[in-house]
């Protein structure tokens, strides 16, 4: 699956913000059609952005996705219409609550493809949830749809919908994140967290983004490109993981080889838990491209410096 | 201007074989045209006598005793950038004395002193322009045909002094702008309420000009040190209240740009300087002072330090950034053409024995016995447009306007090893990658990275940069492409490049730094819709090219 | 692709840097596309941006129209865009 630590939001009725958008390293952007346009630029911002997609060279690594409006509303639609073209990877609908805001949007989907002479579907879709309706539905929501590849959520109606606070610790929102990622993992889909609005303060960024990360979200938005920096900071695996990750699948491919059953490094035995872990390392760096050292490599490292494995 | 005749050079661009009767030479390769004559032009000699001072007390009294008539060629620095005020007293005093069909050669010009070269164009006290940049309004009136006579003739800093020192460049009177000088005529740049740091643009001009005139703000007891041009040199000086703006002759404070394109053409650069194998222990390379040169040194210096490394020298266009890396000992000898800011200025002050300055003759001239740029390793540059064939332009914008300087583009570029150039993949409407230049300035041989903000092309000429970049890896977000879907990639944002309503007059040469004919600029008609004439662009440029 | 008419007056874009206002009037059939430019005089862009304009409204089946934009240098998309959202709103029509 794609990498997507960081989803980066372009309001979409800005002109001058869209050609950049691809070079600040966000591995999502998402063009805004719903919460940064007001009402009476939504026709606006929709032939905007149609049109940006057609000539606009986001990079090779980005995945370029657009916010629609809801189909609810009278532009999702009509946004889906629009937008479907050849660069477009994915779609996020906001504020979804059942199995069937995600389908209606699926089957237009494929229409338009279809439309457009397009691979039937290529392009991916993801739910945001932002009421508390939407979230105990997550998990049927998570698996109801072959397009589907990761679900977010949106802090700032989800609190508001619950009658809560927004605060530093984010207690309002800690169970609904929880259930998400639970639906996500069940469903085998991504889940994505959401932003932090404050893009002064890098060191809050850094906490809120080490704690999902620790429930076990693949990425965090952002509103502001000085946040992907920190973000993938925290999401790449550390050197330390990387290299003990190694060793965990040398060992692993060495227990095999030679038929045990027990398989140890060290002094620990390595069960389920930490081999799959190990795998996950690996294939998340590399994804965000770092390089990772032989086992060769390591074994010399460690012998140099401390005598011996 | 019909009737010339016409030659294809060796790059494919249109020459005339003469001009005004005298004979042009093609451009026919980086490296293929050695001096026409085998020695070099020698100004008039002088009698000092028992003189102790040659202070006159009026800028017009040196004038009349260095005899200047009309029809004679007068000759600036331009260490003062946009504070000099040397050049506009002097044809000021010029003007009013009724002085007429002078030549002017200055190094550069800047915009504090397009009004009055326009004025003394129009008025006739001068009708031709000798080398260096036109830009702003200047470069408009230049580009319009009007008002002069003969083509100006366009040089890098090597070629320029390649001119003086061959006579190409016949300089009457050189007026030096010096920050410090004593009575007998010792000049230097490092102390005064003007310091700019050094005066090497100078340099050729103090030896080949038949008069000297120094003015200054600055008289200092005898012997004024450093002698950076010594008195046998100078005939008057003229003490004056200000010769520039300190503002804006040395930055109290460079920033590096904030726009993130230009943030990450920079990074880019350091990084496939690196990947090529450029950077390492021992290595030298040239800094500028524009927006993303700024960026690049800065980046360089992290990485190496990183990488724990240092580099042998380095050479500049010197800002803070690159006195910084002299200073923790990344970079071990500092070589400066000209200074941009006070720190710069300070370096060489203080630390003389690692920081020294160059005549710009040593730095780039290829009709010399050696040059620093033959020694770079890694050289960083703008451009205004880049084609397919690698060729740069500097000179004229896609409109066709004469607009920006060559400096020192054409030198450098032959002389590195690594020539990069870092240049947004379009601004504004105007695509930067072309199919075809407007101008060249720059031969596509001597061109060998192009980075932009959406991928890096390296010329195919460079076979073991390729195999390089195959043995290597390369990380995924540094995306290796070709010139050609870099150019595609702009004109599908920018629309095809519109070409210039070119009129019939050729207004300017660009002379390569060999003194063959390397392009030519025609003049610019206006768009029929309306009688103004040319398109506002003074923004188009902004912080990026600030050295020249 | 139906033809749109432009039926009432209607404005698409800012006055934001990068961007352009366009602005449709009807117009009398039989006058084709009028486009005017405001701006800076010197505009060199003009002959790129006006057939610009008028192809992307005879693309959209616009017969007669005035147009007049201002713009602070937009690239084609934003044109191009900004045109197409005018038309849709001036043609009452929501068609893509």
């Known amino acids: 699956m794609r990498l997507r630590r960081s989803r980066l939001y372009v309001p979409g009725n800005n002109p001058k913000m869209i050609p950049p958008a691809g070079l600040y390293g966000a591995d999502v952007i998402s063009l805004d059609l719903e919460d940064s346009v007001s009402p009476e630029y939504k026709l606006d911002a929709r032939m905007l952005v149609s049109e940006a997609l057609k000539v606009v060279d986001f990079g090779p690594n980005v995945e370029v996705t657009v916010r629609i409006n809801p189909l609810s509303t009278p532009f999702g639609r009509w946004d889906i219409r629009q937008i479907v073209c050849s660069k477009l990877d994915g779609i996020y609908i906001p504020k979804v609550e059942t199995c069937e805001d995600v389908l209606r949007v699926d089957d237009l989907l494929t229409e338009m493809e279809e439309k457009k002479g397009l691979e039937i579907g290529r392009i991916k879709l993801f739910a945001t949830f932002e009421t508390a309706k939407g979230i105990l539905n997550a998990k049927e929501v998570a698996g109801c749809c072959g397009r589907l590849e990761g679900i977010t959520i949106g802090a700032e109606d989800l609190t508001a919908d619950l009658g809560g606070e927004r605060s530093s610790d984010g207690i309002a929102i800690h169970t609904s994140r929880q259930l998400v990622v639970l639906a996500a993992k069940a469903a085998g889909i991504q889940a994505i967290d959401t932003v932090y609005s404050d893009f002064n303060d890098m060191d809050g960024l850094r906490r809120e983004t080490e704690t999902i990360k620790k429930m076990g979200y693949d990425g965090k938005a952002c509103i502001h490109p000085s946040q992907i920096e920190v973000i993938h900071e925290v999401f790449n695996p550390t050197q330390e993981e990387i290299e003990y990750s190694v060793r965990v699948k040398h060992a692993i491919d060495e227990a095999k080889e030679h038929g045990s059953g027990v398989i140890a490094l060290g002094k620990k035995m390595i069960d389920r838990p930490i081999a799959i872990r190990a795998e996950k390392v690996l294939a998340r760096a590399s994804a965000a491209d770092i390089p990772i050292p032989t086992w060769e490599s390591i074994k010399e490292k460690m012998e140099k410096s401390e005598g011996g494995i | 201007m019909n009737e010339l005749e016409w030659v294809v050079n060796g790059i494919g661009r249109k020459v005339p074989k003469s001009i005004d009767g005298k004979e042009l030479i093609p451009y026919s390769g980086p490296f293929s045209h050695s001096p026409v004559k085998d020695h070099k032009y020698g100004p008039i000699l002088g009698y000092v006598a028992d003189q102790k001072s040659e202070i006159v007390s009026t800028l017009f009294e040196a004038i009349q005793k260095v005899g200047l008539k009309d029809g004679m060629t007068i000759s600036f620095h331009h260490h003062f950038r946009n504070g000099d005020m040397v050049m506009n007293m002097v044809i000021d005093e010029l003007e009013k004395e009724g002085f007429k069909d002078l030549t002017l050669a200055p190094s550069s010009t800047f915009p504090c002193q397009e009004e009055t070269i326009i004025r003394a164009i129009k008025g006739g006290v001068i009708r031709k322009v000798e080398g260096g940049s036109a830009r702003g309004e200047f470069g408009r009136l230049v580009s319009s045909g009007k008002y002069l006579d003969s083509p100006m003739v366009i040089r890098s800093h090597g070629g320029r002094v390649r001119a003086i020192e061959a006579g190409d460049i016949h300089i009457d009177v050189a007026f030096i702008g010096a920050p410090c000088a004593d009575e007998l005529g010792n000049l230097n740049a490092l102390n005064g309420p003007s310091a700019c740091g050094t005066i090497n643009f100078s340099y050729a001009d103090a030896r080949f000009a038949d008069h000297v005139i120094a003015i200054t703000d600055n008289l200092v007891e005898y012997p004024a040190f450093p002698m950076s041009i010594s008195q046998e040199l100078v005939d008057y000086v003229v003490v004056v209240d200000k010769i520039g703006d300190p503002n804006k002759i040395a930055s109290g404070e460079l920033r590096i740009t904030k726009s993130p394109t230009r943030l990450k053409i920079a990074k880019d650069a350091v990084r496939i300087a690196d990947l090529l194998g450029y950077v390492k222990e021992g290595m030298n390379f040239q800094a500028g002072a524009g927006g993303i040169s700024l960026a690049f040194t800065e980046f360089l210096h992290q990485l190496m330090k990183e990488k724990g490394i240092t580099a042998h020298w380095a050479q500049g266009g010197t800002t803070r950034f690159l006195v910084d890396m002299l200073e923790d000992g990344t970079v071990k000898k500092l070589i400066t053409g000209q200074a941009f800011d006070v720190a710069a200025i300070e370096s060489m002050k203080e630390n003389p024995k690692n920081h020294v300055d160059l005549p710009i003759g040593a730095y780039a001239n290829i009709h010399g016995k050696g040059c620093t740029v033959n020694k770079l390793d890694i050289v960083v540059l703008g451009a205004s447009e880049v084609d397919l064939g690698y060729n740069v332009n500097t000179a004229t914008l896609s409109n066709g306007i004469i607009a920006e300087p060559v400096g020192g583009h054409s030198d450098t570029a032959a002389g590195a090893a690594l020539t990069i150039i870092t240049v947004p993949l379009f601004r504004g409407r105007y695509p930067v990658v072309v199919e075809n230049c407007t101008t060249v300035v720059t031969p596509g041989e001597t061109v060998d990275v192009v980075v932009t903000e959406r991928g890096i092309a390296v010329n195919p000429r460079r076979e073991d940069l390729l195999e390089r970049l195959e043995e290597v890896r390369v990380p995924r977000d540094l995306r290796i492409c070709t010139l050609e879907e870099l150019q595609r990639m702009a004109y599908d944002i920018t629309g095809t490049k519109v070409e210039p309503n070119w009129g019939d007059d050729i207004v300017a040469l660009i002379e390569y730094r060999d003194g063959t004919i390397i392009d030519v600029v025609r003049s610019v008609l206006p768009r029929y819709y309306d009688d103004a004439v040319f398109v506002d662009d003074r923004n188009l440029f902004d912080i990026e090219r600030r050295e020249n | ?96």
Request: with cysteine; charged share 35%; proline share 4%.
């Open chain 3, 1 to 96: 692709m139906e033809k749109i008419r432009i039926l009432k007056e209607a404005t698409a874009g800012t006055e934001e840097r990068e961007d352009c206002i366009v602005r449709l009037t009807p117009a009398e059939p039989g006058t084709g596309i009028k486009v005017e430019i405001e701006g800076k005089s010197r505009d060199i862009f003009r002959d790129e941006v006006i057939p610009l304009i008028e192809g992307t409204l005879k693309g959209m089946g616009v017969e007669d129209a005035l147009v007049w934009s201002r713009g602070r240098s937009p690239l084609n998309f934003t044109i191009i865009a900004r045109v197409k959202a005018a038309a849709l709103k001036a043609g009452e029509l929501n068609e893509a």
